[in-house]
């Protein structure tokens, strides 16, 4: 009889939480907003690297983002050169610096610490000169 009156105790509190837990949790397919990027490696396209500490990628054709690193990772290097992208964690999404390794290839690779990730609005992607747009 314990049992049953735990168990039936159990089910009123999960049934009670559960309308508070639904509506605070974040939906996926909530729109994505500039200061919250998340993307698939897969979605990435070109790069253009526009600093030694400052890295643009088109992601999805559509959107670019803005890659900023600790120190000068890419002094001397050519946006012809490979780049070494590696997810980190469970999850293939990229949503924060944490979420992806990257690095410069070549005869001696290297690893950037990656900083922030940011997407450009329509209107900042534009403004970006030619030569720097991915």
């Known amino acids: ?18 309308p508070a837990f639904a509506a605070s949790a974040p939906k996926s397919d909530a729109p994505r907003t ?7 490696l897969t979605d990435l396209g070109g790069h253009r690297i526009a600093a030694p500490d400052t890295l643009y990628y088109s992601v999805r054709r559509k959107e670019v983002y803005k890659f ?10 050519t946006n012809s050169d490979p ?16 979420d992806l390794n990257i ?3 070549g005869p001696i690779p290297r690893r950037c610490i990656l900083k922030s ?10 403004a970006l000169p030619k030569k720097l747009k991915p």
């Open 68 to 77: 900023t690193f600790s120190g000068s990772c890419f002094a001397g290097v």
């Open 1 to 18: 009889m314990i049992f049953r009156a735990v168990a039936v105790s159990a089910a009123l509190v999960t049934a009670a939480l559960t």
């Open 117 to 126: 990730i940011e997407r450009l609005t329509p209107e900042q992607a534009e």
């Open 34 to 40: 500039p200061s919250s990027p998340c993307f698939r």
């Open 83 to 98: 780049l070494i992208l590696e997810p980190l964690g469970a999850s293939s999404q990229i949503c924060k610096p944490m």
């Open 103 to 105: 690095g410069v290839g």
